[in-house]
């Protein structure tokens, strides 16, 4: 019989819907027999929760960043068993998915890989409760892990780093029943591709350092600013800027008139980035922990900018520490830190090899291996 396999996550920032994605595509490539499912759990929920859970954390992101940053930090604390606050969490999101609840118990699997913690979360709820007897694997997706990622029962845990093991243990997570993966990013990055043949898809020359601009899936963030900075370097670039879903920014930037020394070119929302990436010498980014991610498995050096506090900005610090990046901590300053690095060509393959070292191409693959062991 066909082994049943679901993937849960929830619409909170895209990077956990894509790292779902990535496990979905590599259990259907390992296990063409197995049935896959692959559902956002905030599709069975009321539009007030969905609101309050998905859309207020992007708008906290690009409002208030360091109200998360707060909030990160503070339910990173250790709390009493019984925690009120925990205990008035749990049933606030237990009462608002119901239709989860509903879901599990009348859809029997053989594994659940959760790629947010809120459906770990609920299902290691309902296991305690005897409601279900379903085995759960509870992906990471950020470089350092975080208590609300500790919901127990869970058979497995992977992580990105030795770190994230690490602190997933001291909250009591037995260390056998951790597996360092990395982050799940898409298949194709598992794929060796030949630079010259990237760069020849993407219609650049690479006749010079190429930088690529990323803004996110939906064009959000300073993107005008960071283009007007890298066009200041004095040293000839080639930048490519990824647009995403901003229409109205991608216009804006393509009336920009760009300095004779440089070549430009303004993309919109695409699904080659696997391709962009490997013709990428440095890319300009937040570090969300799934670009992070693909940016090192296709070993290209990192300009961080605007880390969100919390998350991303530990994200940051493990690129630092593993000298994979440098940080831009002002736009006016941009030109003065990377236009040294791009006319040296030692220290950015230095960052770059770096980069290349810490990527884990292969990880939803090791992360589909794990679930398909535990589906017996």
Known sequence: MPKRILVLSASVG???MRAAQAVELALKQLAPDAHVENVDVLTLTNALFRRLYGSAYLDLVNKAPHVLGYFYDMMDRPRRA??????????AEKLNLRKLES????????????????????????????????PQITVTTDFETHRLWVNQPCEHFTTATDEGKA??????????????????????????????????????????????????????????QLFQGLL???????????????????????????????????????????QLLCAA???????????????????????????????????????????????????PTMALKLGPLLSDPKRLQSLKDNAKRLGRPQAAYDVARIALGLAG
């Open 14 to 16: 895209a990077g956990h």
């Open 281 to 331: 010498d440095l890319v300009l980014s937040k570090p969300g922990g799934l670009t992070t991610s693909e940016i090192l498995a296709r070993g290209a050096a990192f300009a961080i900018v605007n880390p969100i506090p919390g998350q991303e900005s530990r994200n940051s610090d493990y690129l630092l520490e593993n000298g994979a990046a440098i940080k831009i901590n002002n736009i």
């Open 82 to 91: 019984n925690s009120k606050r925990d205990r008035l969490r749990r049933a």
């Open 103 to 134: 879901f599990l118990i009348d859809h029997p699997w053989d594994v659940i890989v959760n790629t947010h913690f809120l459906p770990a979360e609920i299902i290691a709820g309902l296991t305690k409760s005897r409601k279900l007897s379903m």
């Open 232 to 274: 200041a370097i004095q040293t000839p670039l080639e930048i490519a800027v990824v647009c995403g879903k901003n229409a109205k920014v991608r216009a804006k930037l393509q009336k920009i008139t760009v300095p004779p020394r440089h070549r430009a070119k303004v993309i919109g929302f695409t699904t080659e980035m696997d």
């Open 167 to 224: 602190y997933l243990a001291h909250w009591g997570v037995p260390a056998e029943n951790i597996t360092v993966t990395g982050i799940p990013i898409h298949p194709l990055f598992a794929h060796e591709m030949k630079r010259e043949e990237a760069l020849k898809n993407q219609g650049l020359h690479g006749d010079r350092p190429v930088v690529l601009q990323l803004a996110g899936g939906f064009g959000v963030g300073p993107i005008e």
